[in-house]
Each structure stands twice: as C-alpha cells, then as structure tokens.
C-alpha cells in the first residue's frame, strides 16, 4: 500500500472533533492563539493598574468603615458598661456582630500579573507568543481563576468592582 493510502486510511479512522464535541469546534483546552508579546505585556500592565486602584479604593473603604464600626461598638461598650453592675448582664457577642458584617479585607493578586509580566519579559527571543484560551483569558480579558471572588469581595467597598461584575453579568444583591 503506497504511502498516500495509508495517510488517507490513518485520516479516516482518526476521530474528527466535529464527532466528538458539539458543532465541530475545538475544546477550549485545544485552542490557543498567537499576540504580539509586546500588546500582551501592555495589556498585562493595563490590568495590573486597573486590579491596583480597585484593591486600593477597596482597602481605603474598608479601613474607613471599620475604624466606624470600632467606634461603635466602643460608644456601646462604654455605654453598656455605665448601664451595668452586673458582669452577667453584659453581652458582647451583638457587638462583634456589627464587626464581622464588614466581611473580609481585599487581596492582593498583583502576583499573578508579575508572574506573568515577567515570564513575558524573559520570553525576549520571540516577538508572538502562544497563548492558551485560559492564559488567554486571564492576561488579555483579565479573567484569572480568582477574578470573580476578587470583585465580590471589593464591590462591597468600590464601585468600579460592583461595575465590573455587573459588566460580566453577575448581579449583586445589596446588603443591608
């Protein structure tokens, strides 16, 4: 059999991505796509900017709202304290209520855009880069595995999160 038949044979029975995944296209894991390095790593810092004023409007709010809760809940114990002889009287547990309602401090994921500035930097012999649909997502749509709980936590205390998440069509329903 000549050479030609058997690549046409192996063609044939080789499986088809139109066979296995819907619509013929190729899964996600598959794809990849070719960018200039130099637009990747400009957008990189782009998004790195815009994940630092977040987290920096986030964490100023957030400073902000428990140095009030802390003066409340002083204002109370003082005010609890004059009210009350008796120590069994005495019930913190309210207080620290009011505390824990402001949920957790922002975190920094700034790492993650070095990381990835820096693998770039490094990649100097190359002027494209091939990237993957995740890589892709995560340093040209900004859309790392940890993005949506990043933008959670900060649109409690940053418009621009709850702008973000809404941009992504994820709704938040306002606490009270």
Known sequence: MSELFKK?????????????????TVPDRDRTVTIDR???????????????????????????NLRLAIAVVGERLCEIAAKSQDVSDFEIYPILDDIENLGRL??????SYDEMIAML?????????????????ACWLDQWHWSTNFLVTCSRYCSKAEELL???????????
């Open 8 to 24: 046409l044979r192996q063609d044939r029975d080789e499986p088809r991505y139109a066979t296995r995944y819907s619509r013929g």
């Open 38 to 64: 130099d637009e990747v790593l400009k957008k990189l810092r782009s998004n790195r900017e815009t994940h630092i004023e977040i987290l920096q409007e986030a964490r100023s709010n957030y400073e902000k």
């Open 106 to 111: 922002p975190r920094s994921r700034t790492s």
């Open 121 to 137: 930097e490094v990649e100097f012999t190359n002027p494209v880069v091939t990237m993957t649909v995740r890589e892709f997502r």
């Open 166 to 176: 809404q941009a992504e069509g994820l709704y938040l329903r306002k606490r009270e």
